[in-house]
């Protein structure tokens, strides 16, 4: 019975990952395959191809973002892209959802912004406790109010990174990590049973900049 246990927990440790990664696969190609219906039908490929071929949707996806983005680099693109924005941000409710939306995607994606680049140890829930945390923004007005040399932290919730609080903390009272925030992601959602290889054998104090 020893070996069956074995055995079948191998199994489980081989299968399980396959399946939800094939689950994941399925549904983004599912949605993106929702877009093949902004075309004409006759322009559809389950058309003129008489077959549903999954995953053609990405094509069209890939497309219309690339798309998007050749035409709000011109000075006509950007005048429509400034309209749009101008025009949600006049709008009650959508202009707070648009806005909070629009920041943290700008900070994560653009590159310019310092959203989760560092990975922190902080106290938490209490004292004698130490939480992964990430580094994020201090706001202009909040500094000015506070006088002591703060950082901005996000702490994610486990296993779900995309809850979690926003604290700020003394700068002498956080450690860094020289640790990837991929790494640190992968070690929150797993709930700590798989552990990040940290870059150097050291955790330092946060330097000042």
């Known amino acids: 019975m020893s070996h069956l246990k074995r055995y079948f927990i191998t199994g489980l440790l081989i299968l399980v990952p396959l399946g939800i990664t094939f689950w994941v696969v399925t549904a983004l190609l599912g949605a993106m395959d929702q877009t093949l219906l902004l075309l004409p039908e006759s322009w559809r490929p389950d058309t003129w191809l008489g077959v549903h071929i999954p ?20 000075l006509i693109g950007q005048r429509l892209v400034a309209f749009w924005e ?23 994606l653009s590159g310019s912004g310092m959203a989760f680049k560092k990975v922190l140890l902080v106290h938490y829930p209490h004292p004698h406790a130490w939480s992964l ?8 007005e909040v500094a000015r109010q506070l006088d002591d040399e703060l950082v901005a932290v996000f702490i994610p919730t486990t296993p779900s990174p995309v809850n979690g609080f926003y604290f700020y903390v003394r ?23 798989v552990a990040p290889v940290p870059r150097a054998t050291n955790a330092a104090l946060y330097p000042g900049d």
């Not at 995953?55 to 011109?74: D, K, M, P, W």
């Not at 002498?172 to 959602?189: G, H, N, P, R, T």
């Open 86 to 108: 101008g025009l949600m941000q006049r709008i009650p409710v959508i202009k707070s959802i648009y806005g909070g939306v629009k920041q943290v995607s700008d900070s994560l």
């Open 55 to 74: 995953g053609l949707g990405v094509i069209l996806t890939g497309a219309v973002i690339l798309g998007t983005g050749v035409f709000a680099a011109n």
């Open 171 to 193: 700068r002498d009272e956080v450690i860094e990590l020289d640790m990837s925030v991929d790494a640190a992601l992968k070690a929150i959602v797993s709930m700590g049973m």
């Open 133 to 140: 945390a990430f580094q994020t923004n201090v706001p202009a």
